[in-house]
């Protein structure tokens, strides 16, 4: 099984940091405080990445992401939903239970259309920083991801109104 990192992972400098490092809606986003200092003061979206000799080269970080999840790498797997072993699924559940969780408690909302697939592609990026492999969002994922959001949701409504009564 991949190594456990502790802390989370941020998607814009691509380094995992301790929980402190993340503010309540970089925790669902990914996104470090540092990160999105960076972004709020007009250097949105960028990513110091080293190539080479210690040089760094200026990249858009959905284009990064996006190649490392869904470009030609030959190096990165791609499996379908279907074919996830049982292990592969209870590690991807716990991931997907994380991510909710982190959005619910960002944003107090359910996630529908953009905000599902940015779920969705969230989730894939932790697989594949995790599992080593990416999975394609096909339709079985997606309802998956779908069934996960409303129990999980569920779940934490139904921790709070127990709470409440006692």
Not at 65 to 84: A, H, M, P, S, V
Request: glycine share 6%; charged share 30%.
């Amino acid at each position: 099984m991949a190594k456990k990192h502790k802390g989370h992972y941020c998607k814009i400098c691509g380094e995992y940091k301790s929980n402190e490092s993340f503010s309540g809606k970089g925790h669902a986003q990914h996104i470090c405080k540092g990160c999105m200092g960076e972004m709020k003061k007009g250097n949105k979206k960028i990513l110091d990445l080293p190539f080479g000799d210690n040089e760094f080269e200026m990249v858009d970080a959905d284009e990064y992401i996006d190649t490392i999840l869904y470009g030609n790498n030959e190096e990165r797997e791609t499996k379908t939903f279907k074919k996830l072993n049982r292990e592969q699924k209870m590690v991807l559940k716990a991931i997907v239970q994380d991510e909710v969780t982190l959005y619910w408690q960002a944003y107090r909302q359910i996630p529908v259309n953009d905000k599902l697939k940015q779920l969705r592609n969230s989730v894939n990026i932790v697989v594949y920083e995790q599992l080593d492999f990416a999975i394609k969002d096909d339709t079985m994922f997606k309802a998956y991801i779908q069934e996960q959001v409303i129990a999980v949701i569920n779940k934490i409504l139904r921790l709070e109104k127990e709470q409440v009564i006692y």
